[in-house]
């Protein structure tokens, strides 16, 4: 059962797919007022996170799908440019930083704790080619053990750490932190945060508990998991069925919006057996 007011949220990764919970959550505040005094965001929940406490999922949709109108293919998805980018993580820092304006940002600065994962590979002055490595193994993680909690990072040596995005924001470095959250090698170049190269920290964990971790606590996953831990005051919920929208297919804005509205249409379930 959904918390009446969670003192906890927690945005899993999850690519595209994470516009589901801006669905979901769009329809829960219809009818019950979410106050949380902790929120976490991992990978593409970062940014779902972000949108939802400043309060411009509507935007960030809107803006997401007007540039997938931009693109009829994923040709070119291994394709960088001369500094390395590729065309998809040009356009999803694009839209990040054009959605994010100062008004915005300052929301994130004032309003409750908000932290962000990261996640580091190893210095092996190969960040790309090692990051790729890290996300195969994370694939293997995902589908044998099959639950959004791992524990085989530390065994690749890959490091994690939740970032303080208030401070992020107050510092004007809101639109870096959530862009160096989402870096999925080999489609993403590995980016900088304070001088260390990062990679997309749901192959960490894709649902981050808070720091400090107590009360009720809402944890929205994109997709389904067979090993859902059962710990007292957490409450996992999932999307229904397979999302329409793919982690990284940036071409079509219809599966997006199916996204948002299976989202929806989950929260009305809930609320319904509530």
Same mark, same amino acid.
């Given at each position: 059962?959904?918390?009446?007011n969670?003192?906890?949220?927690v945005?899993?990764?999850g690519?595209?797919?994470?516009?589901?919970?801006?669905?979901?959550?769009?329809? $829960?505040?219809? #009818?019950?007022? @979410?106050?949380p005094?902790? /929120?976490?965001? %991992?990978?593409?929940?970062a =940014?779902a996170?972000?949108?939802?406490?400043?309060?411009?999922?509507?935007r960030?949709?809107?803006?997401?799908?007007?540039?997938?109108?931009k693109?009829?293919?994923?040709?070119?998805?291994?394709?960088?440019?001369?500094?390395? $980018?590729?065309? #998809?993580?040009? @356009?999803?820092?694009?839209? /990040?930083?054009? %959605?994010f304006?100062?008004? =915005?940002?300052?929301k994130i600065?004032?309003?409750?704790?908000?932290?962000?994962?990261?996640?580091?590979?190893?210095?092996?002055?190969?960040?790309?080619l090692t990051g790729t490595?890290?996300?195969?193994a994370?694939?293997v993680?995902?589908?044998?053990?099959?639950?959004?909690?791992?524990?085989?990072a530390e065994?690749?040596?890959?490091?994690?750490?939740?970032?303080?995005?208030?401070?992020?924001?107050?510092?004007?470095?809101?639109?870096?932190l959530?862009?160096?959250?989402?870096?999925i090698?080999?489609?993403?170049?590995?980016?900088?945060?304070?001088?260390?190269r990062?990679?997309?920290?749901g192959?960490?964990d894709?649902a981050?508990m808070?720091?400090?971790?107590?009360?009720?606590t809402?944890?929205l996953l994109?997709?389904d998991?067979?090993?859902?831990?059962e710990?007292?005051?957490?409450?996992?919920?999932s999307?229904?069925?397979?999302t329409?929208?793919d982690?990284?297919?940036?071409?079509?804005?219809?599966k997006?919006?199916?996204?948002?509205s299976q989202?929806?249409?989950?929260a009305?379930?809930?609320?319904?057996?509530?």
């Amino acid at each position: 059962m959904i918390p009446d007011n969670p003192d906890q949220i927690v945005f899993s990764g999850g690519g595209l797919r994470c516009f589901w919970q801006g669905g979901f959550l769009s329809e $829960i505040e219809k #009818h019950r007022t @979410l106050r949380p005094k902790r /929120v976490t965001g %991992v990978s593409g929940g970062a =940014l779902a996170g972000a949108a939802w406490l400043s309060g411009t999922e509507d935007r960030l949709l809107n803006v997401m799908c007007d540039a997938f109108e931009k693109r009829d293919s994923n040709i070119g998805l291994f394709d960088p440019d001369d500094d390395g $980018i590729t065309p #998809h993580q040009r @356009l999803y820092c694009s839209v /990040v930083e054009e %959605v994010f304006d100062d008004t =915005l940002t300052q929301k994130i600065a004032d309003g409750p704790q908000f932290q962000i994962l990261i996640a580091h590979p190893p210095s092996t002055g190969l960040p790309t080619l090692t990051g790729t490595a890290l996300a195969a193994a994370y694939e293997v993680e995902l589908h044998t053990i099959n639950s959004p909690h791992f524990n085989w990072a530390e065994k690749m040596g890959l490091t994690a750490n939740l970032v303080d995005a208030n401070e992020a924001a107050r510092n004007g470095k809101l639109v870096d932190l959530i862009n160096a959250a989402a870096v999925i090698p080999p489609v993403f170049e590995p980016e900088l945060w304070n001088d260390r190269r990062v990679v997309d920290g749901g192959m960490a964990d894709q649902a981050p508990m808070p720091d400090p971790d107590h009360g009720d606590t809402m944890i929205l996953l994109t997709r389904d998991y067979k090993r859902i831990p059962e710990i007292e005051g957490r409450t996992y919920i999932s999307p229904s069925e397979e999302t329409a929208a793919d982690k990284i297919d940036f071409t079509d804005p219809t599966k997006l919006r199916d996204t948002w509205s299976q989202g929806v249409k989950d929260a009305q379930k809930y609320l319904r057996n509530a």
